[in-house]
């Protein structure tokens, strides 16, 4: 049976405060005004979906909804989410657990989770027994599971109990035993596999050395190498504030997603605050993924990506790929043209593979039918092509 599109919508590091601060480090705050719309990243947001008429399935975010473990930025910040996943027409949300949602620093505070347990019946999920596995110690993940994919949501925080042990987000071979045992009791059929959580996998160098705190999930590779092993189709994590999209091994992608509307780190690189919608589609067995990424400029609201350094408007990825091969079908493509000019539209069409290549690959790729047959995308391929061209020598 032919598995059907998921749609997925990435809202990502709100940072959500309430008071501005005086260097300013989020552009959401509780009280920031909805008008005018375009300077308010939500409001702008829904500006966006209903002009473009975008829609997705489900909304995830992979945590640090709130700034500093401001009470008020997580209340609204998921009040926020919320609003969103109800103008996608999203039928599921959901986020995980970032360390700025955690009050690991408040000495006075005895349980650094006290307030996000207990703010929002909903949060993560409104599910007692899902939400009771989330928060558990011995688990701290839950498995959601519909008629069309499996989510596998892990708490990277949840040993951020005091200061000290925020400095370093871990997973344990026990924890991972278990997600795996949970995982294979499922009826996995055709349903597409994703992975949620907040900090990194793997390791993703800074840009300045002081942003060190917990970047990286200590036996983070052990928790991927389970994932691969059961075909996961998807990995998506926050903490970062640059998005980044690469494989692990055996082409599993995991996707950091920035931020949705924080300043920090981003500023360092002139990067933007970025919004993603991601489609999932099965062909011949295999996954293949679409993302679309949006912009946010204060004043100007949410675009198209156009600084493909920083994160292309279009990529991709796909479990089975060959660059080599997918470079002579595009050559032997434009040679059979009368002029040596075509449609990517066109090209796209017999050859869909050129959709589905990470942001690497897609350079690669581009470098590759330059040198070799002095093939160019116009405008270049990050940033969605309307031709392709042979250049003169």
Request: aromatic share 10%; charged share 25%.
């Amino acid at each position: 049976m032919e598995t059907e599109d998921l749609i997925i919508a990435i809202v990502s590091d709100l940072h959500c405060r309430h008071g501005k601060e005086s260097q300013i480090s989020t552009h959401l705050y509780t009280e920031l005004p909805r008008n005018p719309k375009e300077h308010h990243p939500v409001e702008s947001l829904k500006l966006l979906i209903k002009k473009d008429n975008i829609t997705s399935d489900i909304l995830l975010c992979p945590g640090d909804i709130s700034d500093k473990a401001d009470d008020q930025g997580l209340s609204t910040g998921w009040g926020f989410i919320s609003e969103i996943s109800k103008e996608l027409n999203s039928y599921f949300y959901t986020s995980s657990v970032g360390n700025h949602d955690v009050k690991s620093r408040d000495t006075s505070n005895k349980n650094p989770f006290s307030y996000i347990t207990s703010f929002n019946d909903d949060f993560p999920i409104n599910d007692g027994a899902l939400k009771d596995s989330f928060w558990s110690t011995e688990k701290s993940y839950f498995v959601y599971e519909d008629e069309k994919f499996i989510l596998l949501n892990f708490n990277s925080s949840y040993n951020h109990i005091d200061k000290e042990n925020a400095l370093l987000s871990k997973i344990t071979d026990e924890i991972i035993s278990k997600m795996k045992h949970e995982l294979l009791e499922k009826k996995i059929g055709n349903k597409y596999l994703i992975a949620l959580f907040h900090h990194h996998p793997k390791p993703y160098a800074n840009i300045e050395q002081l942003y060190k705190d917990g970047d990286i999930i200590d036996r983070g590779d052990k928790l991927l190498e389970m994932l691969n092993e059961l075909n996961f189709d998807l990995v998506i994590h926050g903490h970062k504030h640059i998005p980044k999209l690469d494989f692990f091994i055996s082409r599993l992608p995991v996707f950091c997603s920035g931020s949705f509307s924080s300043l920090m780190n981003i500023k360092d690189v002139s990067g933007k605050n970025t919004f993603h919608l991601i489609k999932l589609s099965k062909k011949s067995g295999f996954t293949q993924g679409l993302i679309n990424t949006w912009e946010y400029t204060k004043g100007h609201g949410w675009m198209k990506a156009v600084n493909d350094i920083f994160f292309p408007w279009t990529t991709g990825f796909s479990k089975k790929l060959d660059l080599d091969d997918l470079e002579s079908k595009i050559a032997n493509w434009l040679s059979k043209k009368e002029k040596p000019l075509g449609y990517f539209s066109e090209l796209v069409e017999d050859i869909e593979g050129i959709n589905y290549l990470i942001p690497n690959e897609q350079d690669e790729l581009t470098k590759k039918l330059l040198i070799n047959h002095s093939i160019e995308f116009i405008p270049n391929l990050k940033l969605g092509p309307k031709m392709i061209t042979i250049q003169k020598k």
